[in-house]
């Protein structure tokens, strides 16, 4: 008995003292539906490395991405691993703010990762993020609906036929919306899908001196297409929607099309959340016949900031979470179809992926169609599809987001949004020394 006694008190302490050296990790993420599957799923992780303890900060998009940057700009030491997208990943880079990730593990194949995606995610040959999901955009729309209008939606249509179709399947007796689009003010919320259409319509951000470019004339088709398609064929409270909101309306069965991000095909066509899964379609994102789509390039990604004191663990979690094995793992537990796409080559190759997820093609197609280091028209000194990689970018497009959000909700004409969002752009652009 007292042998017992004495074994079990040592495994005790055993115990107390392993948990006391186990190291806890603090994971800032956002509240998009693959990062919560994730989060669901890290028994995996934390079975393979139990001296690793997770905390997670789940955050709406625009909250995360205030937080994140305020807290690696000051260096406050909240997080060790950031959920940050293509446009913070390069930027922080260059001003030493994230680590390299240079210990993925030997099994990681970092090559697999597709090259559109690595690109973007890379500094002077090195990885700085690992991408948990890939993405572009592109048209979601109802079968049965297209159908019932005596339209067929062509693989790659135009923004006109996107008009015509959303006036013909707009039922608002039945309460179904010809179009649903974001609204929702942010840079990363209208402005990602807004800078995308302008480039399929010519206009750009700034021309080569850094000019702001809103009092054009393609800004103003761009804008002014956009409020009237939203006021004949979307939504009541358009200007409150984000990708999460559309989300929750198309699913039930109230937009005849949906055009965002291609990570949305497998929510949408999923039976479980999903009213009209079996009626969805795919097409690649509108254009004006000017040789640019309306489509952007994004990947969520997974990064270490500089200041940890854990960055050994940090990465351990980043290669766990966007490794070929937490494919399979999605796979095993959800399907094929709800495995977090755009990131790897070899999913693409993968028979069961294709078969069990239509939109797998049009999603690749889309992401290739994206050309960072040309995303316009006409030339342009910055690079980025539905942003300008420039630290002044984050604060710029989120108060020109409000301005357009705005003249969506009928506060302002689209001229004065246009005006206002020139002299903003001006003033901060001046003040960031990019004009003389």
């Not at 103003?220 to 009541?236: H, I, R």
């Not at 009209?276 to 997974?302: C, I, M, Q, T």
């Amino acid at each position: 008995m007292k042998l017992r006694t004495l074994t079990l008190g040592l495994l005790s302490a055993s115990a107390l003292a392993f948990a006391a050296h186990a190291e806890s990790i603090t994971i800032a993420t956002v509240n998009n539906g693959d990062m919560v599957r994730m989060q669901k799923l890290t028994d995996d992780f934390t079975k393979a490395n139990p001296d690793i303890q997770l905390n997670w900060v789940t955050l709406e998009e625009n909250v995360l991405r205030e937080r994140v940057t305020t807290d690696i700009a000051t260096k406050g030491g909240q997080y060790d691993v950031l959920t940050i997208g293509t446009y913070e990943v390069p930027i922080w880079a260059k001003q030493s703010w994230l680590l390299p990730l240079e210990k993925l593990g030997d099994d990681y194949d970092v090559k697999d990762i597709i090259p559109a995606i690595a690109g973007g995610l890379s500094v002077d040959g090195k990885l700085y993020a690992a991408p948990f999901y890939g993405e572009s955009s592109f048209v979601m729309y109802r079968k049965d609906l297209m159908e019932k209008a005596g339209l067929k939606m062509p693989d790659a249509p135009t923004w006109d036929f996107i008009k015509e179709a959303a006036d013909k399947m707009t039922d608002r007796a039945n309460g179904v919306n010809g179009i649903c689009l974001r609204g929702k003010a942010g840079w990363g919320e209208n402005m990602a899908f807004l800078t995308a259409m302008s480039n399929s319509f010519g206009a750009r951000w700034f021309d080569e001196n850094w000019k702001p470019q809103f009092e054009q004339p393609e800004w103003k088709n761009t804008l002014q297409f956009y409020v009237d398609l939203m006021k004949a064929d979307g939504p009541e409270g358009a200007s409150s929607n984000g990708f999460n909101e559309n989300l929750a309306l198309f699913q039930q069965g109230k937009c005849g099309m949906w055009i965002d991000a291609t990570v949305a095909a497998s929510f949408v066509s999923d039976p479980k959340a999903s009213q009209v899964a079996d009626k969805v379609g795919y097409a690649l994102a509108p254009d004006k016949g000017l040789g640019k789509r309306g489509n952007w390039l994004w990947a969520w990604s997974l990064a270490i900031p500089a200041g940890t004191k854990k960055a050994d663990a940090a990465e351990k979690f980043v290669s766990w979470a966007t490794s070929k094995h937490y494919l399979d793992l999605v796979a095993s537990k959800e399907g094929w179809a709800n495995v977090p796409p755009g990131t790897r080559t070899s999913l693409y190759n993968n028979p069961e992926y294709q078969k069990a997820a239509p939109f797998a093609k049009m999603t690749l197609d889309s992401i290739n169609a994206a050309d960072p280091t040309h995303p316009t028209v006409k030339p342009v000194p910055y690079v980025g599809v539905q942003f300008v990689a420039i630290p002044e970018f984050q604060g710029l497009g989120t108060t020109v987001g409000q301005l357009f959000s705005a003249a969506l909700a009928g506060q302002s004409s689209v001229d004065d949004a246009l005006k206002q969002a020139q002299d903003a752009a001006t003033a901060a652009m001046t003040e960031g020394g990019y004009l003389k």
